[in-house]
């Protein structure tokens, strides 16, 4: 019954913009860490973003830091990604997490610090 799942993925051509969404159900979201993460080919799978459950604050990986706005509506059950400035090296399969865990700096761009998962969605920049 817990679901992640994400959409807004596409083609986009680099300096271009998308904007994905993850909503959840059978949960309240609202209660989590909310984050995204991306695996590209022949790479680890790296944390991009997150939003935190107390206070909605938001981190950032430096490589994306600057050109992605992560954001939540916990009405909706909802979680944002909004891309701009993207670049090839931003192509990967797109995954939301939540983790019900307290959030801790050192460790939120860790695959095991969340328990729930979408599929993904497939983002490729390229001309």
């Known amino acids: 019954q817990v679901q992640l799942v994400e959409s807004g993925g596409g083609l986009v051509q680099p300096g271009g913009s998308l904007r994905l969404s993850c909503t959840a159900s059978g949960f309240t979201s609202g209660y989590y860490t909310l984050g995204w993460f991306r695996q590209a080919p022949g790479k680890q799978r790296e944390g991009v973003s997150c939003t935190v459950s107390s206070d909605g604050s938001t981190y950032y990986a430096d490589s994306v830091k600057g050109r992605f706005t992560i954001s939540r509506d916990n009405a909706k059950n909802t979680v944002y990604l909004q891309m701009n400035s993207l670049k090839p090296e931003d192509t990967a399969i797109y995954y939301c997490?939540?983790?019900?865990?307290?959030?801790?700096?050192?460790?939120?761009?860790?695959?095991?610090?969340?328990?729930?998962w979408g599929q993904g969605t497939q983002v490729t920049v390229s001309s």
């Open positions: 997490a939540a983790s019900r865990a307290p959030f801790s700096r050192r460790t939120w761009d860790l695959g095991n610090t969340y328990k729930y």
